[in-house]
């Protein structure tokens, strides 16, 4: 089979014919151009650990961490390096296979950016792919973070250009577009998606797959978040969003960046688990494993395991990473034991 090429000139009203497909259609499109390029029974998992939490200057409207709104968050500060290995240790562990580190900064300071690189370089060495999600990045910092050895970059669009000064005022569209620049000029791979139910319509969650498609070169990862209305923030009280909406939105965004993991993430403890297979099977084949996802809730690492067992999904290993017997260890272990929980924050969706 000829996989379906990569396109990066995708249309709005393209896109919109997606959308607007039956929904049996637009799964079974998907699902087709997911065997394409992916084993459908494997699932890429990460763990997400908040490395500083709180009280950030950005006024992202959706955020707990902003310190524009009052949440009772409790604020921490940046965390100690070896605890954060010992956090890397136990995801991997658990079976993760990606460890990414999220910190509530509009961008990192020149303070902050000798422990963050010496955490890369310390996860890194552990054999986990690395993630980080900072802020806004310059040229000079991406390249530093790349030589360090980070993998991934995190930062998402959120919305459309349209709908984004609805969300956030205290950096623009373009900031956001020229840190993904600066991380891919640096050589790293970027994980960038957006977040869907924060009362945008449906021509706006178009355009933010029209916007990431286009990019010269789609992220490789694409989280997709379903809104968490935290009480206290702006957006507590907006309209839920319809659960076949999410899915659709899933499946066109495979079917636009056909060779991207597409990514479950915050929002996943308010989906059962028919609406998550329903995920995986209009080619998410992304999660964030683990009990919190920076600050909101996350599914328990050991309920993801039973789910996947009971789908017949396997883990995506990295090469290196781990034997079958290792995976089916790692898998047998997260289902019997409860998850470490002490020093995972309550933190955001991935920031920044
Ligand atoms: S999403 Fe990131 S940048 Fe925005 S307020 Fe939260 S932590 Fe700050």
């Known amino acids: 089979m000829t996989a379906t090429e990569l396109r990066h000139d995708w249309t709005?009203?393209?896109a919109r014919e997606l959308f607007e497909l039956p929904f049996n259609d637009l799964l079974f499109r998907a699902q087709s151009v997911h065997r394409e390029h992916f084993d459908p029974n494997e699932v890429q998992v990460s763990t997400l650990l908040s490395i500083?939490?709180?009280?950030?200057?950005?006024?992202?409207?959706?955020?707990?961490?902003?310190?524009?709104?009052?949440?009772?968050?409790?604020?921490?500060?940046?965390?100690?390096?070896?605890?954060?290995?010992?956090?890397?240790?136990?995801?991997?562990?658990?079976?993760a296979?990606?460890?990414?580190?999220?910190?509530?900064w509009r961008s990192p300071s020149k303070k902050d950016m000798p422990y963050v690189l010496d955490m890369v370089k310390q996860v890194k060495s552990l054999g986990?792919?690395?993630?980080?999600?900072?802020?806004?990045?310059?040229?000079?910092?991406?390249?530093e973070l790349a030589e360090a050895g980070l993998d991934y970059y995190n930062h998402n669009l959120d919305t459309s250009e349209k709908y984004y000064s609805h969300i956030i005022t205290t950096r623009t569209y373009q900031d956001r577009l020229d840190t993904l620049d600066?991380?891919?000029?640096?050589?790293?791979?970027?994980?960038?998606?957006?977040?869907?139910?924060?009362?945008?319509?449906?021509?706006?969650?178009?355009?933010?797959?029209?916007?990431?498609?286009?990019?010269?070169?789609?992220?490789?990862?694409?989280?997709?978040n379903m809104l968490v209305k935290v009480k206290?923030?702006?957006?507590?009280?907006?309209?839920?969003?319809d659960p076949f909406e999410f899915v659709r939105i899933i499946a066109v965004a495979r079917i636009m960046m056909p060779?991207?993991?597409?990514?479950?993430?915050?929002?996943?403890?308010?989906?059962?688990?028919?609406?998550?297979?329903?995920?995986?099977?209009?080619?998410a084949n992304s999660i964030f494993y683990g009990e919190k996802l920076l600050t909101t809730a996350n599914p328990e690492a050991?309920?993801?395991?039973?789910?996947?067992?009971?789908?017949?999904?396997?883990?995506?290993?990295?090469?290196?990473?781990?034997?079958?017997?290792?995976?089916?260890?790692?898998?047998?272990?997260?289902?019997?034991?409860e998850a470490t929980r002490h020093m995972f924050y309550d933190a955001t969706r991935e920031s920044a």
């Open 97 to 104: 296979s990606r460890f990414c580190m999220g910190a509530a």
């Open 302 to 337: 050991d309920a993801d395991m039973l789910l996947f067992k009971r789908l017949g999904i396997r883990p995506e290993q990295r090469e290196q990473c781990a034997s079958e017997e290792q995976e089916e260890e790692a898998i047998a272990e997260a289902v019997e034991h």
């Open 52 to 95: 500083k939490t709180g009280a950030c200057p950005e006024d992202c409207k959706y955020c707990p961490q902003s310190g524009h709104y009052n949440t009772g968050l409790e604020k921490e500060k940046l965390l100690e390096i070896e605890k954060v290995v010992a956090e890397a240790q136990a995801a991997k562990q658990k079976g």
């Open 12 to 14: 709005l009203q393209e």
């Open 259 to 283: 060779a991207s993991h597409v990514r479950l993430s915050a929002g996943r403890e308010n989906m059962n688990e028919q609406m998550q297979a329903l995920c995986f099977l209009a080619g």
């Open 232 to 241: 206290g923030t702006p957006m507590e009280n907006v309209e839920d969003l």
């Open 182 to 224: 600066n991380v891919r000029k640096a050589g790293m791979k970027v994980c960038c998606g957006g977040i869907m139910g924060m009362g945008e319509d449906e021509d706006d969650r178009v355009g933010l797959l029209v916007q990431l498609a286009n990019l010269p070169h789609h992220p490789e990862s694409v989280p997709v």
């Open 128 to 143: 986990l792919e690395t993630c980080m999600t900072l802020g806004m990045l310059k040229e000079e910092q991406a390249v």
